[in-house]
């Protein structure tokens, strides 16, 4: 089947169209707003608060990868992972890299 602007040429219903389009302009670095709570031990979840996570790739805390989900374009879930220590968080996307003034105090 092939399509022209979106729908079947051989006239048969799609399934739906998608389309993307390109602007040409660079992906946003992310903002970091907040995190709550300020500490945690290893296993324990935090929320990120801020801008342009939905591209997020890698969430770490003084320099430890943490694993995380994004939640929405302006909530990141992260778990605190073992080993890490006290110290600033990260979040880095096509963009940039974000990092916080405080410090996340791990437990």
Known sequence: MSFENGAPTNGQPSNGGFWVIDAGLPAPAPTLINFQPASGKPGSTFLLQGAHFVATTAVTIDGHSAPFAV??????????????????????????TSTTTKAFTVQ
């Open 71 to 96: 939640l929405t374009a302006n909530y990141i879930r992260v778990t605190v992972p073992a080993g890490a220590s006290t110290g600033k968080i990260s979040v880095i996307n096509a963009g940039g």
